[in-house]
């Protein structure tokens, strides 16, 4: 918006919300469900304005040895060895 229609408005150009207050919270998440605004805002701020997260391409090294990732870890560690208490004494100890 130019100086023109904020004066239209009654606002100020400088009614900017601090960071963390309540309006900015508001405006945060308004600009964060519309993609251009997002986009708008990236721009703004200096990033590269992107719509998802990117990790960039797979090489060959990755694409190669991705069958060897070991996906789950818990074949790696000992079985959990719990005692059983009851009166004071273990049960095992009898």
């Known amino acids: 918006m130019d100086k023109l229609t904020h004066e239209a408005l009654g606002q100020k150009v400088t009614d900017i919300p601090?960071?963390?207050?309540?309006?900015?919270?508001?405006?945060?998440?308004?600009?964060?469900?519309?993609?251009?605004?997002?986009?708008?805002?990236?721009?703004?701020?200096?990033?590269?304005?992107?719509?998802?997260?990117?990790?960039?391409?797979?090489?060959?090294?990755?694409?190669?040895?991705?069958?060897?990732?070991q996906w789950d870890r818990s074949k790696d560690k000992p079985k959990a060895k719990f005692r059983t208490k009851i009166n004071g004494k273990y049960i095992d100890e009898e």
């Open 18 to 69: 601090k960071k963390d207050s309540a309006q900015w919270k508001r405006n945060e998440s308004l600009i964060n469900k519309s993609p251009e605004l997002r986009r708008i805002r990236d721009i703004q701020q200096g990033f590269n304005p992107s719509s998802s997260i990117s990790s960039g391409i797979p090489d060959e090294q990755y694409k190669s040895n991705y069958d060897k990732i």
